[in-house]
């Protein structure tokens, strides 16, 4: 991991975390007591000076691709609270990380849609819903130790990018103008798959893309409080 200088951010200390792992070994208590401290997540952890996730509320989202522009006007994220860490991958050769999160994911609020679709005007406004009972995202991250005010070592996160996919149905809803599921078991999946899904996505995206980066300012908030001395005791 590169190195350099930070402030630190001063926080209460907090309070000790739990050490499932062989005494020496920092792998895996780093990996641990992160995993045991971010399954608090959507509920905030104050004792690190972030607060909850839930709910996220965002205003005027705008996306256009495909001949189309859709603007989300209000935004309601849910779920956070309910996330479940299924893994932290730490490369040291590479200086990154990658997370992977399961989590149940209900985006609502109203929109509104102009432009073309398959050859269709489309002018429709209305509410709308993006849900899945569980949805897997992997969120990866540069890794830099730098140094705080107070001579420990933090780590520095910078999001490099993130994947996902629904392990449910996914239901998108957009008023009268549509209303579905992708199912992994229906014979649409496969046609939405290789050629809808790309639209399909990129409805969801927005509601995926405010989660993921609420996610990594925790995760970056939280590695620049918590020393590696502490985490990897």
């Known amino acids: 991991m590169s190195m350099g200088v930070v402030e630190h951010l001063g926080v209460p200390a907090a309070p000790p975390l739990v050490q499932p792992c062989l005494l020496g070994d920092s792998e895996c208590l780093i990996k641990a007591n992160t995993r045991i401290a971010l399954s608090r997540i959507g509920y905030g952890l104050p004792e690190f000076g972030i607060e909850s996730l839930e709910p996220m509320r965002l205003r005027n989202i705008t996306m256009g691709a495909y001949g189309f522009s859709l603007v989300f006007r209000e935004m309601n994220v849910a779920g956070a609270s309910k ?109 939405v798959s290789n050629n809808w899904w790309p639209l399909v996505s990129q409805v969801a995206e927005p509601a995926v893309s405010t989660a993921v980066n609420r996610f990594h300012d925790v995760l970056k908030t939280f590695f620049l409080r918590v020393p590696l001395e502490q985490l990897a005791k």
């Open 83 to 191: 996330c479940n860490i299924e893994d932290i991958n730490l490369n040291f050769v590479q200086s990154t990380m990658g997370v992977t999160l399961e989590c149940p994911l209900e985006a609502t609020g109203s929109f509104k849609m102009s432009g073309n679709i398959c050859f269709f005007d489309v002018n429709h406004e209305g509410n709308y819903i993006v849900k899945t009972d569980s949805i897997r995202t992997t969120v990866n991250s540069r890794v830099d130790t730098v140094y705080g005010a107070d001579g420990h070592r933090y780590w520095k996160l910078t999001l490099l990018g993130y994947s996902y996919e629904p392990l449910e149905n996914l239901h998108i809803g957009l008023g009268r103008l549509f209303v579905g599921e992708v199912t992994r078991a229906s014979p649409l999946y496969k046609v």
